[in-house]
């Protein structure tokens, strides 16, 4: 039968597939609409298998917060030009709120949830996303945190969602939870205190400091003062309580967080990508590639 432009553009307003892949599809199901959009859904099911194998570490991290619960997600696409697309953004956010609603434990059992109150589950929606986007989309984590009474959450996006992070403070309030955010996204922390620090690592260091002092000649019976010394020094590198504040660096985060009433509990801080390996493209080599065609 003869494929309208105006059923072209329904099936385009119900799937966002292309306009030539709504025309074909059309056109190999005589017409039919639901016929049409599973032709699509499939594809697209087989495109996200093709792009399996491509490094996806761009993307955004994000939070969703609802009344005493919330949520950060990475969610990770082949490039940065992606992630900045509207249709994208509006997917985090989309995979996000699922996320909080229904508590999956783990990714994987995210994806196999049933997405919308539908047949479908979050990877079919997911799935669907990469056919229309055209590149590989992938959830990478995600954690949800539940507040207890009087507890606070933090919640601070840096760089339009390249770092992300989710603090949560027992006391004080809002606006301190989230100043900590800000600072845990400036300087990396990885522990809240050195009780969270394991002696393994702590030890480790103590080794690395004293062979250091050692190597400098300095003279045995003073190598232990300098080495504990040092010690200190690394605490305060990794350990947000003894960092200086980035808001006021004459005091620890620690005891900015007392001064309000309060204390850190926990924070989760994702920087999109970090430990993946990621593609190396020239881009100008790659535009060419696509006009040559």
Sequence with gaps: MAISAKMVKELREKTGAGMMDCKKALSETDGDMEKAVNFLREKGIAKAAKKADRVAAEGLAHIVKEGNRAVIVEINSETDFVSKNDGFINMVDTVAKHILTNSPANVEEALAQDFAGEQDTLQDFINNQIATIGEKISLRRFEIVELGENEHAGAYIHMGGRIGVLTIVEGADDETAKDVAMHIAAINPKYVSRDAVSEEEVESERDV?????????????????????????????????EQAFVKDSDQKVGKFVESKGGSVKTFFRYEVGEGMEKREDNFAEEVMSQVKK
């Design 209 to 241: 400091l004293k062979q250091q002092a050692l190597n400098e000649g300095k003279p045995e019976n003073i190598v232990e003062k300098m080495v504990e010394g040092r010690l200190g020094k690394f605490f305060e590198e990794i350990c947000l309580n």
